[in-house]
């Protein structure tokens, strides 16, 4: 993990990696226990059985799972010192160009895009680009927009 003392240390950072977070296995009960929270059982995802009949050959993550991992990859991949708190502000763009088949290991590199100085803190872009373990193309591809609090 990477830690920064300050915020404003990230000014000069960016175009610059922030880090790489941990591995995350996806396995099949993290897909139904997305699923049965969002309502999506749509059977590519829940269904081992016809999903191996299909275009994947197994079940696989949605999308917005995978996307929801996010969060949780930052915690692994780097930490802002003088921060008090940081709030999701939304995202410019998001793509899936890669399906995330069960049993598979995520993880999220971190770019910082931009950093503008705001009332309290900075508001940042990062572009986040989630690699499958094993699989050269990756499998999300977003510019995460947070806001970060002294």
């Not at 999903?51 to 930490?79: D, E, I, K, N, R």
């Amino acid at each position: 993990m990477n830690t920064y003392r300050q915020l404003s240390d990230l000014q000069a950072l960016v175009a610059g990696i922030l880090g790489t977070s941990e591995w995350l296995d996806i396995d099949q009960a993290r897909i139904d226990q997305f699923a049965a929270v969002t309502g999506d059982r749509q059977w590519i995802h829940v269904d081992p059985v016809r999903a191996a009949a299909g275009p994947f050959g197994t079940t696989v993550a949605h999308g917005y799972l995978t996307l929801s991992l996010v969060p949780v990859m930052v915690q692994s991949a780097f930490s802002i010192g003088d921060v008090r708190m940081s709030v999701n502000y939304g995202l410019n763009r998001v793509r899936f160009p890669a399906p995330v088949p069960v049993q598979s290991r995520v993880r999220g590199h971190f770019k910082l895009m931009s950093f503008e100085p705001i009332a309290g803190g900075a508001q940042v872009v990062t572009e986040v680009s989630v690699e499958r373990d094993g699989q050269s193309k990756p499998v999300c591809v977003a510019e995460a927009v947070a806001r970060h609090f002294l």
